[in-house]
C-alpha cells in the first residue's frame, strides 16, 4: 500500500511541477508559443498521463482491498467468526453457516449463473447441486429439501 501511495504522491508532484513549468515558460516568452512553450506543455501532457495511470492503479488497488475485506467478512459472517463488539459479544445475532454450507451455498450459485447463461433457466441448476453433504437444519429454507 505504502508503494502504491507513494507512486500517487510522487505523480501529483511531477504533476503539478510540470504545471509550473508552463506558467513560467509562458511568462518568459511573454505569452508567444515558444520551442521552450511547446516543449514545457508536452511535459505537461506527459506527466498528465502518468497521473491519470497513478491514479487508476490506486484505484484499482482500493477495490481490490475492499473485494478481499468484503469477502473474509462474508466467511467471518458465515462461519461464525465475526469480530467481537465491545460488549465482548459477537457482531451478529445470525447463527454461524459450516463451511461445507457456505461451500455449497457458492457452488449452487455459480451452477445457476451459469444455466441462466446458457438460457436453461433454473431448472437444471439443481440437478448440479452436490447432496453428498446434507444441507445444515437450522436454517428453514433447507429443511424441506
Same mark, same amino acid.
Given at each position: 500500500?505504502?508503494?502504491?501511495? /507513494?507512486?500517487?504522491?510522487? $505523480?501529483?508532484?511531477?504533476?503539478?511541477?510540470?504545471?509550473?513549468?508552463?506558467?513560467?515558460?509562458?511568462? %518568459?516568452?511573454?505569452?508567444?508559443?515558444?520551442?521552450?512553450? /511547446?516543449?514545457?506543455?508536452?511535459?505537461?501532457?506527459?506527466?498528465?498521463? @502518468?497521473? =491519470?495511470? $497513478? #491514479?487508476?492503479?490506486?484505484?484499482?488497488?482500493?477495490?481490490?482491498?475492499?473485494?478481499? %475485506?468484503?469477502?473474509? #467478512? @462474508?466467511? /467471518?459472517?458465515?462461519?461464525?467468526?465475526?469480530?467481537?463488539?465491545?460488549?465482548?459479544?459477537?457482531?451478529?445475532?445470525?447463527?454461524? %453457516?459450516?463451511?461445507? =454450507? @457456505?461451500? +455449497?451455498?457458492?457452488?449452487?450459485?455459480?451452477?445457476?449463473? %451459469?444455466? @441462466?447463461?446458457?438460457?436453461?433457466?433454473?431448472?437444471?441448476?439443481?440437478?448440479?447441486?452436490?447432496?453428498?453433504?446434507?444441507? /445444515?437444519?437450522?436454517?428453514?429454507?433447507?429443511?424441506? +429439501?
Amino acid at each position: 500500500m505504502d508503494n502504491t501511495v /507513494d507512486a500517487l504522491n510522487n $505523480a501529483y508532484l511531477e504533476f503539478v511541477g510540470a504545471a509550473a513549468g508552463v506558467l513560467e515558460a509562458k511568462e %518568459i516568452s511573454g505569452g508567444l508559443k515558444t520551442p521552450s512553450t /511547446d516543449a514545457a506543455l508536452e511535459n505537461f501532457k506527459q506527466r498528465w498521463e @502518468l497521473f =491519470r495511470v $497513478a #491514479c487508476d492503479q490506486a484505484e484499482e488497488f482500493v477495490e481490490s482491498v475492499k473485494q478481499r %475485506i468484503g469477502s473474509e #467478512c @462474508l466467511v /467471518d459472517e458465515a462461519t461464525g467468526s465475526s469480530v467481537t463488539g465491545k460488549s465482548g459479544q459477537t457482531t451478529t445475532g445470525f447463527p454461524p %453457516i459450516s463451511a461445507v =454450507r @457456505l461451500e +455449497q451455498m457458492s457452488k449452487a450459485v455459480r451452477w445457476l449463473v %451459469i444455466e @441462466l447463461q446458457h438460457g436453461s433457466g433454473a431448472s437444471g441448476a439443481a440437478a448440479h447441486t452436490p447432496s453428498s453433504v446434507p444441507f /445444515d437444519a437450522r436454517f428453514s429454507e433447507d429443511a424441506g +429439501q
